[in-house]
């Protein structure tokens, strides 16, 4: 039962730290323009 009082805040902190990485992937762009990267990446030739 005490470690519920450690894993419960724990575990809000992780979920709340991926909601934030994904706001901060979406307003600085990077899922802007998919489908060029998507043409892009299997004809990517040196």
């Not at 934030?20 to 899922?31: C, K, P």
């Not at 060029?36 to 040196?46: F, I």
Request: charged fraction near 20%; avoid cysteine; hydrophobic fraction near 50%.
């Amino acid at each position: 039962m005490q470690s519920l009082y450690l894993l419960i805040p724990l575990g809000v902190l992780v979920v709340f730290g991926a909601i934030g990485a994904l706001v901060w992937a979406v307003v600085s762009g990077q899922y802007d323009d998919l489908d060029e990267q998507a043409r892009r990446l299997p004809d990517d030739e040196p």
